[in-house]
């Protein structure tokens, strides 16, 4: 595949190709309350992930050969559901959905044992402050599977490299009767953008956290669980 064909190729976050500095538009994650907290009772949760990304390449032999080698790699470190590649007038898109681990770690500084190379992880928060009452704190993660992850890709071509931070939608579900508590920032919940927003969620929201910030950091937002 050539340098002109290569720009434009992707890889996000945890699942397949992105050209180095380049990230995917969003990558839609699924939290439904009761798999955050079986997670923090220290079951082994999964959760759904999709997205799309849009190649703008011709689709040829060069090209398949590279995609097909990738989604080798990245079938041994994610649990993908779908993979679909649909031609379009102009370029490539490809529809991914898949699962992605959810993880509770007490101690902070541990290491996940999980092969991905990426986790949604849930900590404790321990603030002293204002912000006390929030126990906890979910974001975006990686694990040290992530070099490994990269080094992998970059042999089927040296100008693709995995990005660590990627835009993402969190599309929070509540189960049943559960309400939480959330704060965070940076943030646009359902088409309307807040600097710092504080709120009881008993209803589905979506949270997108992109760009700003978010080019150097993990999306994240503390909670608790009200019930």
Request: glycine share 4%; net charge negative.
């Given at each position: 595949m050539?340098?002109?064909?290569?720009?434009?190729?992707?890889i996000?976050?945890?699942f397949l190709?992105?050209l180095?500095g380049?990230k995917s538009?969003l990558i839609?994650?699924?939290?439904?309350?009761k798999?955050i907290k079986?997670?923090?009772s220290?079951?082994t949760v999964?959760?759904e992930?999709?997205?799309?990304?849009?190649l703008?390449?011709?689709?040829?032999?060069?090209?398949?050969?590279?995609?097909s080698?990738?989604?080798?790699?990245?079938e041994k470190y994610?649990?993908?559901e779908?993979?679909e590649?649909?031609?379009?007038d102009?370029g490539i898109?490809?529809e991914?959905?898949?699962?992605i681990?959810?993880?509770?770690?007490?101690?902070?500084?541990?290491?996940s044992?999980?092969?991905?190379?990426?986790?949604?992880k849930?900590?404790?928060?321990?603030h002293?402050g204002?912000?006390?009452?929030?126990?906890?704190?979910l974001?975006?993660?990686t694990?040290s599977?992530?070099?490994?992850?990269?080094?992998?890709?970059?042999?089927i071509n040296?100008?693709?490299s995995?990005e660590?931070?990627?835009?993402?939608?969190?599309?929070l579900?509540?189960?049943?009767?559960d309400?939480?508590?959330?704060f965070?920032?940076?943030?646009?919940i359902?088409?309307?953008?807040f600097i710092?927003k504080?709120?009881?969620?008993?209803?589905k929201?979506n949270?997108?956290m992109?760009e700003?910030s978010?080019e150097s950091?993990?999306p994240a937002?503390?909670?608790q669980i009200l019930?």
């Amino acid at each position: 595949m050539g340098q002109s064909i290569m720009k434009y190729v992707l890889i996000v976050c945890f699942f397949l190709f992105a050209l180095t500095g380049c990230k995917s538009d969003l990558i839609e994650i699924t939290l439904k309350t009761k798999d955050i907290k079986a997670a923090i009772s220290g079951e082994t949760v999964m959760v759904e992930f999709e997205t799309t990304f849009n190649l703008l390449a011709e689709y040829n032999e060069e090209t398949k050969t590279e995609i097909s080698k990738m989604r080798q790699v990245a079938e041994k470190y994610f649990e993908i559901e779908e993979f679909e590649v649909v031609i379009k007038d102009f370029g490539i898109d490809i529809e991914i959905e898949g699962e992605i681990p959810l993880i509770y770690m007490n101690d902070a500084s541990a290491e996940s044992l999980e092969t991905s190379p990426w986790i949604i992880k849930i900590r404790n928060f321990n603030h002293p402050g204002s912000l006390k009452s929030y126990p906890y704190i979910l974001s975006l993660a990686t694990t040290s599977n992530f070099q490994s992850f990269v080094n992998l890709m970059e042999d089927i071509n040296i100008l693709v490299s995995p990005e660590k931070f990627q835009p993402v939608k969190f599309k929070l579900r509540p189960s049943g009767e559960d309400k939480l508590q959330i704060f965070t920032g940076g943030v646009i919940i359902d088409g309307s953008s807040f600097i710092v927003k504080e709120m009881e969620v008993s209803e589905k929201i979506n949270l997108t956290m992109k760009e700003g910030s978010y080019e150097s950091n993990f999306p994240a937002f503390i909670f608790q669980i009200l019930n």
